[in-house]
């Protein structure tokens, strides 16, 4: 048994019916799991006791009808209160409630209800009243009820209107996102077209570098055949080849010519006649090579080469 459940003594020596009086038990905590364990104790008094808090288990006594905690310390109730829907009667008085929770509202049961001498917050003792006999705590009941239910229709208004504002933040932020997102995707389809042209634009210029090379390559053999000759150098085989046929000529005169004189001495009276006759060509000749100049032609032309 829990500390709390020994100070109170035994809960079943306490049991009168429905009916379990813990009151003026010096308890400052409440022996939940021992109160859970006499489901037949509907009217449970805890009042005078030294209780500041009711913990969130308590409200797990779904079978209590009749609560009694006036003359205690609690500063507050749990937030899972309205759990406790089988509650007709409910008494608060002169303890340090501030404000009930919005469950509050849920207590559906709910007959009779004291808050007298509690620091209430405005709006809530004007509903509650002054609960100065049965029939105004039975009013009061009945209208903090009403005034929960709106208060947790305002809280659930605001929930639900921060609810929208955090969907529609989210929304914004996600089309922010995805607008980003779209101008990243531009910015980066922008910059590999630019990447794919620069490069289209470099392999252009490469294949028509590769190209005027290629055809440089082709027309220079053309060009260089096309290229005339320097008249010296084309010339000079023709000129020696007709230099040689000529020079042979007046070699072959000359020869024949000295041949004839020579021949002409030895037979001075015998050819007498032959050597004038000779003589008389030879002359003929040199004459004829002067008239058309070849004689000279052919000096100029020796002494070149």
Same mark, same amino acid.
């Not at 913990?55 to 209160?81: A, M, W, Y």
């Not at 207590?107 to 004007?126: E, T």
């Given at each position: 048994?829990?500390?709390?459940?020994?100070?109170?003594?035994?809960?079943?020596? =306490?049991?009168?019916?429905?009916?379990?009086?813990?009151?003026?038990?010096?308890?400052?905590?409440?022996?939940?799991?021992?109160?859970?364990?006499?489901?037949?104790?509907?009217?449970?008094?805890?009042?005078?006791?030294?209780?500041?808090?009711?913990?969130?288990?308590?409200?797990?006594?779904?079978?209590?009808?009749?609560?009694?905690?006036?003359?205690?310390?609690?500063?507050? $109730?749990?937030?899972?209160?309205?759990?406790?829907?089988?509650?007709?009667?409910?008494?608060?008085?002169?303890?340090?409630?501030?404000?009930?929770?919005?469950?509050?509202?849920?207590?559906?049961?709910?007959?009779?209800?004291?808050?007298?001498?509690?620091?209430?917050?405005?709006?809530?003792?004007?509903?509650?009243?002054?609960?100065?006999?049965?029939?105004?705590?039975?009013?009061?009941?009945?209208?903090?009820?009403?005034?929960?239910?709106?208060?947790?229709?305002?809280?659930?208004?605001?929930?639900?209107?921060?609810? $929208?504002?955090?969907?529609?933040?989210?929304? =914004?932020?996600?089309?922010?996102?995805?607008?980003?997102?779209?101008?990243?995707?531009?910015?980066?389809?922008?910059?590999?077209?630019?990447?794919?042209?620069?490069?289209?634009?470099?392999?252009?210029?490469?294949?028509?570098?590769?190209?005027?090379?290629?055809?440089?390559?082709?027309?220079?053999?053309?060009?260089?055949? =096309?290229?005339?000759?320097?008249?010296?150098? =084309?010339?000079?085989?023709?000129?020696?080849?007709?230099?040689?046929?000529?020079?042979?000529?007046?070699?072959?005169?000359?020869?024949?010519?000295?041949?004839?004189?020579?021949?002409?001495?030895?037979?001075?009276?015998?050819?007498?006649?032959?050597?004038?006759?000779?003589?008389?060509?030879?002359?003929?000749?040199?004459?004829?090579?002067?008239?058309?100049?070849?004689?000279?032609?052919?000096?100029?032309?020796?002494?070149?080469?």
């Amino acid at each position: 048994m829990s500390r709390a459940a020994g100070k109170a003594g035994n809960l079943r020596d =306490k049991l009168d019916g429905n009916e379990l009086d813990l009151s003026l038990s010096d308890l400052s905590e409440i022996p939940v799991r021992d109160l859970a364990a006499l489901p037949k104790a509907t009217v449970l008094d805890l009042s005078c006791n030294k209780l500041t808090a009711l913990p969130g288990d308590f409200c797990s006594l779904t079978h209590i009808v009749r609560l009694d905690l006036s003359k205690n310390q609690l500063l507050q $109730l749990p937030s899972e209160f309205g759990r406790l829907v089988n509650l007709q009667h409910l008494d608060l008085l002169q303890n340090r409630l501030k404000a009930l929770p919005v469950t509050f509202a849920q207590l559906k049961s709910l007959k009779w209800l004291d808050l007298k001498d509690n620091p209430l917050n405005l709006a809530l003792a004007k509903a509650a009243g002054d609960c100065l006999d049965e029939k105004q705590c039975k009013e009061c009941a009945q209208m903090v009820l009403q005034y929960m239910k709106v208060v947790q229709a305002e809280q659930e208004q605001d929930l639900q209107r921060k609810l $929208l504002e955090e969907q529609a933040l989210k929304q =914004k932020r996600e089309a922010e996102q995805r607008q980003k997102e779209d101008r990243e995707r531009e910015q980066r389809r922008k910059q590999k077209a630019q990447q794919k042209a620069r490069k289209r634009r470099d392999y252009d210029a490469l294949q028509a570098a590769q190209q005027e090379m290629k055809k440089k390559k082709d027309t220079e053999p053309s060009d260089n055949h =096309k290229i005339p000759p320097k008249p010296a150098q =084309k010339q000079k085989p023709r000129q020696r080849s007709r230099l040689g046929v000529v020079m042979r000529m007046i070699l072959l005169v000359v020869i024949l010519l000295l041949g004839g004189i020579v021949a002409c001495r030895y037979t001075q009276l015998q050819r007498q006649s032959m050597c004038t006759s000779v003589n008389a060509v030879y002359e003929e000749t040199v004459r004829t090579l002067r008239s058309c100049h070849v004689l000279e032609s052919i000096v100029q032309l020796a002494s070149r080469q």
